[in-house]
Nanobody, 121 residues
Framework: QVHLVESGGGLVQAGGSLRLSCAASGNIFSINTMGWYRQAPGKQRELVATVASDGTESYANSVQGRFTISRDNAKNTVNLQMNSLKPEDTAVYYC???????????????WGQGTQVTVSS
C-alpha cells in the first residue's frame, strides 16, 4: 500500500505560477513512476507529466515548456512547477504513483485525493 499526500493547489491569475507537491509513503518499490494527471469538469482525466525513478520525464503537449516535473527519490516526493498558467489549466490535479514489484512481477497504481487548481482570466 502506498499513501500519497498532495499540496500546493489554489487560485491564481492567468500568467501566474503554482507549485504542486506530492509525498509518497508506505511500500515504495525502487522501480516506479510518479506523475501528475488532471481532470477538468466534464472531461476525462488526462496525463500532465510523469517522471520515472531513472529520471525519464514525459509531458503533455499542452504543458510542454510551461510545466516542469521533478522528484526526490530519497524523500519519495514529486513536484510540479507550473508557470504561465492559463484558464484552460483549471482542473483537479491528481498525483499518481506506479510501481513494479520484482517479487510479484505486478504493477501497482495509487492515486492521491486531488488538489484544485483554478486559473482566472
Amino acid at each position: 500500500q502506498v499513501h500519497l499526500v498532495e499540496s500546493g493547489g489554489g487560485l491564481v491569475q492567468a500568467g501566474g505560477s503554482l507549485r504542486l507537491s506530492c509525498a509518497a509513503s508506505g511500500n515504495i518499490f525502487s522501480i516506479n513512476t510518479m506523475g501528475w494527471y488532471r481532470q477538468a469538469p466534464g472531461k476525462q482525466r488526462e496525463l500532465v507529466a510523469t517522471v520515472a525513478s531513472d529520471g525519464t520525464e514525459s509531458y503533455a503537449n499542452s504543458v510542454q515548456g510551461r510545466f516542469t516535473i521533478s522528484r526526490d527519490n530519497a524523500k519519495n516526493t514529486v513536484n510540479l512547477q507550473m508557470n504561465s498558467l492559463k484558464p484552460e489549466d483549471t482542473a483537479v490535479y491528481y498525483c499518481k504513483w506506479s510501481g513494479f514489484s520484482t517479487a510479484t512481477y505486478r504493477q501497482y497504481d495509487y492515486w492521491g485525493q486531488g488538489t484544485q487548481v483554478t486559473v482566472s482570466s
